[in-house]
């Protein structure tokens, strides 16, 4: 036996034996997960010939992760998405339904208890930027409008920030409103603006080492739930954006990117009329049933 084969043989034999380890698993699906875990990490291992010092980075890297990470930033979530990780789990448990629009990353800066709207009302509450009214439908993938539908939407200012990056505890660029009696949703906010990811930490050495940006695309986030229905969790991207082909987290998808509409006064679709510059736009989100359960 050669000393590589020796070498190798002793890798494998220690690999086995972690493996082995989890044989016991009652649950059928953790067994599964950890040791498909273990063989890929092991073999990670192995293909870069992974140095001590290399492993002890890794360690640092990822405890100063749980260092920065509290109730208003998530940096775990931000290793996931620069990684592409988070948009793999996306596509994978995707409905595969052409009709349905198209899900993308969740992001780290949802917030549970924002701020009901009225239907037309004004998620801004103060946000920095060019006024914006955003209008469309909710449907199910046959065409027929879905009433009631609770539309979740939350965006960054002007300058690049949510509202929870602020420290005043302020609630702006977000809210929850319900669809009309023809699935019809509509709101005013800002024109969203690009902006880079959090990069004063861990994820952003990361991006600066490997030389590539932080910025994402100007967006708006969506988070749509109705009874009997899948929940959606998408974006809306601005066409002619200059980030919409480097996305830091790798977000962007065709059939999400939408033209908007410049004005200058005039009348609104809300029959308001609105003071100097303002934008709009309109998307239309379509759900996916669930299957029925037996």
């Known amino acids: 036996m050669s000393p590589e084969e020796s070498v190798a043989d002793r890798e494998q034999a220690l690999t086995d034996e972690v493996l082995a380890s989890f044989d016991g698993t009652a649950d059928p699906r953790l067994r599964l997960v ?10 990670f291992a192995r293909d870069v010939r992974l140095s001590e010092q290399e492993w002890e980075a890794a360690i640092g890297f990822l405890t100063r992760a749980g260092h920065i990470t509290d109730d208003r930033r998530q940096e775990f979530i931000l290793l996931s998405d620069v ?3 988070s948009m793999l789990t996306v596509a994978i448990n995707e409905p595969k339904v ?5 899900a993308t990353v969740f992001g780290p800066f949802f917030v549970d208890e924002s701020p009901e709207i009225p239907l037309g009302g004004d998620i801004a509450r103060g946000a920095a930027g060019t006024p914006c009214h955003v209008s469309g439908q909710v449907r199910d993938t046959d065409g027929a409008p879905l009433p009631g539908a609770r539309v979740d939407v939350w965006e960054a200012d002007e300058d690049g920030f949510y509202d929870v990056q602020y420290t005043d505890d ?10 009309g009696p023809d699935g019809e949703y509509r709101f005013w906010s800002v024109l969203p603006a ?17 030389g590539r940006g932080p910025m994402r695309p100007a967006h708006l986030h969506f988070k749509v739930t ?34 908007t509409a410049k004005h200058h006064g005039g009348g609104a679709p809300d029959g308001s009329r609105p003071h100097g510059d303002w934008t709009s736009l309109t998307f239309d989100l379509v759900l996916v049933a669930e299957p029925p359960t037996a």
Not at 170 to 179: E, N
Not at 227 to 253: E, N, Q
């Open 34 to 43: 950890m040791q498909s875990l273990v063989r890929h990490l092991h073999a």
């Open 83 to 85: 990684l592409g990780l």
């Open 98 to 102: 052409p009709e349905a629009t198209e």
């Open 170 to 179: 302020r609630s702006a660029g977000r809210g929850w409103l319900r669809t």
């Open 194 to 210: 690009p902006y880079p990811i959090p990069h004063d930490g861990p994820v952003g050495d990361l991006l600066n080492a490997a």
């Open 226 to 259: 109705a009874p009997g229905h899948r929940t959606l969790i998408t974006h809306i991207f601005l066409a002619g954006d200059p980030y919409l082909d480097s996305d830091a987290v790798f977000g962007v998808k065709e059939g999400l990117v939408v033209e």
